[in-house]
């Protein structure tokens, strides 16, 4: 009985060609991000209850250089971490899991520990930009969104806190 040949792994492998290209982020600033000067050892705390959304913000973030804490899936849990890590800045879902909201959240985290966010939504309508007002957000980025629109919005807002500091 012959026994089959068999190729050789690499050069099945080199036969498979992906399906995707993936997109690369280039951070103009360096490999920082563009953002240590402003904010520090402080990373970005993102507050997103879809799994798969923070994923990709995590991924696209990190890949563009940026320090981050969370994601945090509900107010209370994006409080708690912020109260212990201190961010430079929140990204902001306004749904979220939980009796509180992201709008809850933002408003606490301005009022007691100073810190301000970026609403990265798909409510951002007229009466939730007014309750949301005292926050005194960064950006409203709406869904769904880019990672580069989501950078740009990220250092617009460094540059705004920047100006303010």
């Given at each position: 009985m012959r026994q089959k040949a068999?190729?050789?792994e690499s050069s099945l492998a080199g036969d498979i060609k992906p399906s995707f290209k993936p997109q690369l982020v280039f951070s103009?600033?360096?490999t920082s991000g563009g953002w240590s000067a402003l904010a520090g050892d402080h990373p970005i705390l993102i507050v997103e209850d879809d799994f798969l959304i923070a994923l990709d913000i995590?991924?696209?973030l990190s890949a563009a250089g940026f320090s981050l804490a969370g994601p945090a899936t509900s107010a209370d849990e994006a409080i708690s971490i912020?109260?212990?890590i201190k961010p430079a800045l929140v990204l902001m879902d306004i749904r979220l899991l939980g009796k509180r909201d992201g709008i809850d959240a933002a408003l606490e985290l301005y009022r007691?520990?100073?810190i301000r966010c970026i609403f990265t939504t798909a409510h951002g309508d007229r009466d939730v930009?007014?309750?949301?007002e005292p926050a005194k957000p960064l950006g409203w980025v709406q869904k769904p969104y880019s990672i580069p629109t989501l950078i740009e919005a990220i250092r617009n807002a460094f540059?705004?806190?920047k100006k303010e500091g």
């Open positions: 068999l190729m050789p103009r600033e360096g995590e991924a696209g912020a109260l212990s007691d520990l100073g930009r007014l309750r949301a540059q705004e806190l």
